[in-house]
């Protein structure tokens, strides 16, 4: 059979055949065989038309409604077909063999970029109109005062930078503006508020864990400051550039850099450059000339890294930033060749902030506490200093008051008696319980003029103070016979060294030499000889020689070890020679109360601690709880307790309470104990001692903070043998003592 076709059919056309009503075809029969006609189908084997797919539904719905719009776009269609077709992928390529048949074309490379700028574009605009300016505002506007209470709840002082002033732009000198925007952000003026390279640089490095610093504009740190967290992380990021770019369109920029300069942190607790100007310079912003305007600028940067009153690295890195500020500066005409000429030293700031005012004595306990606080409440500089914290001390006002007032009374003496010496004199003193809790403190006469704390300070030798420790060694471990030996021999009480002065300090070998070349021998006080005499006795009397060997025969390591176990700092430890035996270490008076409460907490040593408890708008702060550990056996600490009671039961008979006139040892560790200190150079006076589990130590030294750190001799200052001025203050802050 053949098929026509019309003659206007062409080879490129489509063309349906609709044959309706063809029976189905039989089976081919066998030659010859005559094929039967198949039954026509029934009914019930008939099939149902599918229900159209959802596609099917909505082009039918809306193809009548887009009608006209696809007509109107139809000619452009058409024309950009062929185009697209080009730029359609074909993999593998043909025309092209090996490897090149995978490789895009040039058109197909540039419409993939296209593409992708087209939607990354879109994404851009649609975050932008999604993103709002936040309504509130970070915790910095309604920053509160850090309140510190005493032991009982009691308020004790308020310290906070609430009292930020914000400044309007027109009272910033305008060398100060530049010196800021040299800085940070040249051209803030001219940028639409974000910098594309510094998000992309910033992303990098948030993505890759590195260094986040730099990279935003001054909308962005403003913005980051003010609607933000400090959070390094690519959402962020994001966020801050979209308010930014927003920001930028609704405020001026005059607007955006006096917020920046009013709301930006520069260390020492202030926010804003007008605090910041009378934290370093003691001086309104106004006031500021272009080269302390310059440093101020640095401190953007981190404080911690550039203020350098904090620690030497940071002030070479200070005038570096200085420096280049300031040359920046000239580079974008903003200051004169002839001005810059005149800033070639550095400004220095002054040495600590003007505006901490909380009193003399308890600006001692308020730096305490804080560094306490911020160290185990694991609190940040930057969120410490905008408050809103209450802590709760264990500062006792009726001992702190009483220790104030002793040593008060004994400075006021010394200047009377003698005020030439009395001006270099410095008076150290704490009270720590047992349970580790600082009770008091006197760091020195007024913290506005002396900045350092004498009661944490670790500048003079413990002396004689130091022999519990030695004793306590002794007992605790015994003594070798032999050098490396593993046998040892115990030590008691009652056990007899060689009290005479002037003693060698012998080895297993024979005589101990110094690097000289001299035998070393221990030093009584006043040159006197004891013959032999028993430890227990020896540390009543504070015989030295015996305590001096006892050190070499227990080990000078385990002398050391002891004492760190005790609570002193290992900084503090002396050199590990015979020497250390008799108090070449120098540790603070809080050190020296916290290791002979030790004593009278059964040989258990808890981490002296200044802060209780802290809180923050109702809700506490995890603090890291101060560890106790046990630095000796509770035997031994009643030994070495009942020795100090019987010392200060000899050396002040007439103050021993009356609950303690007996001279039994039952229950030394609820006695009165302590002991006075001295050095054989005479540079320090020292009285440790402990009542009702309250171990205060006082030291009184001279040094010469005008010349240097090297202190200079006593020269009657600490008083006599007999009328000990550390004594005098320790029982005039222990009283009463029954």
Same mark, same amino acid.
């Given at each position: ?25 039989? =089976? ?7 094929? =039967? ?95 709002? *300016? ?40 305008? =060398? ?22 510094? #998000? ?7 993505? %890759? ?7 935003? $504009? *001054? ?112 580079? *974008? ?11 070639? @030293?550095?400004?220095?700031?002054? @040495? ?9 004595? $308890? ?14 409440? @694991? ?33 006021? =003496? ?84 060689? %009290? ?89 008076? #809080?050190?020296?109360?916290? %290791? ?23 809700? @506490? ?118």
């Amino acid at each position: 059979m053949q098929l026509k076709l019309p003659a206007s059919f062409r080879p490129d056309e489509t063309m349906q055949l609709r044959v309706s009503d063809i029976p189905a075809m039989p =089976d081919m029969p066998d030659e010859g065989d005559e094929g =039967d006609e198949e039954k026509p189908r029934s009914s019930k084997n008939r099939r149902k038309a599918p229900r159209p797919s959802l596609f099917a539904r909505v082009s039918s719905f809306l193809g009548p409604r887009l009608a006209p719009l696809l007509a109107f776009l139809a000619p452009y269609v058409a024309r950009v077909t062929p185009y697209a077709r080009k730029l359609r992928p074909q993999y593998p390529r043909p025309g092209r063999t090996d490897w090149r048949r995978w490789i895009p074309s040039w058109r197909q490379c540039l419409g993939g970029v296209l593409t992708s700028i087209g939607l990354s574009g879109m994404l851009l605009v649609v975050a932008y109109a999604a993103t709002d *300016i936040p309504d509130n505002i970070n915790s910095y506007a309604t920053q509160q005062d850090n309140v510190y209470f005493w032991a009982d709840g009691t308020p004790m002082a308020r310290t906070g930078w609430v009292q930020r002033q914000a400044m309007p732009l027109k009272d910033i000198p305008e =060398d100060v503006r530049w010196a800021v925007l040299a800085a940070e952000n040249a051209s803030f003026y001219s940028d639409p508020g974000i910098s594309f390279k510094g #998000i992309s640089r910033a992303l990098f490095r948030t993505i %890759g864990q590195g260094d986040t610093q730099g990279g935003s $504009t *001054i909308t962005q740190q403003y913005v980051k400051n003010v609607y933000l967290n400090q959070n390094q992380t690519v959402s962020r990021k994001f966020t801050e550039a979209m308010i930014s770019l927003k920001l930028d369109n609704q405020m001026s920029k005059d607007d955006i850099l006096e917020g920046y300069l009013n709301t930006s942190w520069f260390g020492r607790g202030t926010y804003g450059i007008q605090r910041a100007a009378q934290a370093y310079y003691g001086k309104d912003v106004g006031e500021l000339n272009a080269s302390e305007a310059a440093f101020l600028a640095s401190l953007l940067k981190g404080a911690g890294l550039y203020d350098p009153t904090l620690k030497s690295a940071n002030r070479a890195r200070a005038v570096e930033r200085w420096s280049w500020t300031l040359d920046r500066m000239v580079d *974008i005409g903003k200051l004169s060749k002839a001005e810059r000429a005149k800033y070639t @030293k550095f400004p220095e700031p002054l @040495k600590s902030n003007p505006l901490y005012d909380t009193g003399e004595q $308890t600006d001692y306990l308020v730096e305490l506490a804080s560094q306490y606080a911020k160290k185990s409440g @694991k609190i940040s500089d930057k969120d410490f200093d905008l408050g809103g914290y209450q802590i709760y001390t264990t500062f006792d006002k009726k001992r702190e008051t009483q220790l104030t007032d002793a040593v008060t009374k004994a400075r006021k =003496d010394a200047l009377k008696d003698d005020p030439k010496n009395a001006k270099t004199a410095h008076y150290g003193a704490s009270s720590v319980a047992s349970d580790g809790r600082i009770l008091a403190v006197y760091g020195g006469p007024d913290h506005r003029t002396q900045g350092y704390n004498e009661s944490n300070a670790t500048t003079v030798s413990a002396g004689s103070a130091f022999l519990p420790f030695v004793y306590a060694a002794g007992l605790e471990n015994g003594i070798h016979k032999t050098r490396d030996g593993d046998d040892t021999t115990p030590v008691t009480g009652e056990t007899l060294y060689d %009290g005479d002065d002037k003693v060698p300090v012998k080895t297993p070998e024979g005589p101990y030499w110094d690097r000289s070349g001299k035998v070393v021998a221990a030093k009584n006080d006043d040159g006197e000889s004891y013959g032999q005499i028993s430890l227990h006795r020896a540390m009543e009397l504070s015989v030295n020689t015996p305590f001096m060997q006892l050190g070499m025969d227990a080990g000078l390591d385990v002398v050391r070890s002891t004492a760190e176990k005790s609570g002193l700092l290992s900084s503090s430890i002396g050199a590990q020679v015979p020497a250390l035996s008799m108090g070449s270490s120098t540790p603070s008076a #809080i050190r020296m109360a916290s %290791g002979y409460s030790t004593f009278a907490a059964g040989g258990k040593h808890t981490e002296p601690y200044s802060v209780r408890l802290i809180t923050k708008n109702g809700t @506490k702060v995890v603090l890291d709880t101060p560890a106790t550990d046990r630095a000796f056996g509770a035997d031994v600490a009643e030994e070495v307790n009942s020795a100090l009671a019987d010392s200060f039961r000899t050396a002040h008979p007439d103050d021993v309470p009356a609950s303690q006139q007996s001279a039994a040892r039952a229950g030394s560790l609820g006695q009165v104990a302590g002991k006075a200190g001295t050095t054989q150079d005479d540079t320090a006076a020292w009285y440790v001692g402990t009542a009702k589990a309250v171990s205060t130590a006082v030291v009184v030294y001279r040094i010469d903070l005008s010349k240097s750190l090297q202190p200079l001799p006593l020269k009657g200052i600490a008083g006599t043998t007999d009328d000990s001025v550390p004594y005098g203050i320790w029982s005039g802050a222990m009283s009463p003592l029954g």
